[in-house]
């Protein structure tokens, strides 16, 4: 899930306006593409990336670690089971307002097929200093700065925003994960701070969330056995109640999926919920500064890595 130099990468929807723009960006900063998908242009090349007619072909002659897709809604069903079927590992699913039997169809696939899903709706993954799949602005230096604070975000948007307050106040990033948008989710803010939790090169972890569904509460029940320090901003908070706000999930029914419950379920297993953006950075700050001896232990206790 944290993209790596040496990750084969491969464009589905190369030659497209945004494919093309996106591919150069992501060349530019280090990311290892290796190919381009467009059935009608296979055997050309795009700026001397290799375009193939599918991903399997792709996969058979340079090798596909991840896909990242640039693909209109209607054909990511398509694409997304193709992917899959070529044994890509990771596939990061930009494509928003896929329709939802199409969403379900794809997540049988990669699950048949051992493949993870980031998305759909998201705005991808970055390794500052490294490399990047998606469209975020990682070769902003103002936004993005190699460090060892972990971020995972719903929103690309709201994601851009707190790397750009944690860059200003001299804090870099190990990671930057976007879950997505989408209602039917390929990961969860669970399995993202699962991953930033055991990797060795994150000290600390900031969710960012938002009302709707219920991944932060799940979240929080992983959170509860984790030692570095986390900071979570949850989006939504004057929301009203059963009005659909923002993502397609970002609806609150009843007692489930509003932010008192999502706050609540966060701060009991520890973690610094602070109430805007900006507060995150000093948040951070101290959070690096505290010991937590107890969470330590409790992880050695379970046979937990820090």
Known sequence: M????????????????????????MVGYGTNVVGGINPKRAGQN???????????????NVGADIAVMFIPPPMAR???????????KTLVVLTEHIPAQ????????????????????????VTPGECFVGIMPAFVPSVFKP??????????SLGTLVCLNLTRAGIGQSAFIGIG???MLGTTTRDALQVLDLDAGTDAIVIVGEIG????????EYA?????????????????????????????????GGYASKRAALEAAGVVVVDTPSQIAAAVTAGLGLRRPDRHAQRAHIGGRD
């Open 46 to 60: 795009y700026n001397g990336v290799p375009i193939f007619a599918s991903t399997s072909e792709a996969a058979r």
């Open 102 to 125: 199409d969403v379900m169809a794809m997540h049988a696939a990669v699950a048949k097929h051992g493949t993870r899903i980031i998305g759909p709706n998201t705005a991808g993954l």
């Open 181 to 183: 948008g989408d209602p």
């Open 2 to 25: 944290i993209v790596r130099k040496k990750d084969r990468v491969v464009v589905l929807g190369i030659t497209g306006k945004q494919g093309m723009f996106w591919t150069d960006k």
């Open 224 to 256: 509860k056995q984790v030692a570095k320090p986390m900071v979570a901003f949850i989006a939504g908070a004057a929301a009203p109640r059963d009005k659909k706000m923002g993502h397609a999930g970002a609806i609150v029914t009843g007692n489930t």
């Open 147 to 156: 460090g060892r604070v972990g971020v995972i975000s719903r929103s690309g």
């Open 78 to 88: 398509e694409a997304a089971v193709s992917a899959a079927e070529a044994g890509v």
């Open 213 to 220: 569904g219920a991944m932060e509460e799940r979240a929080a």
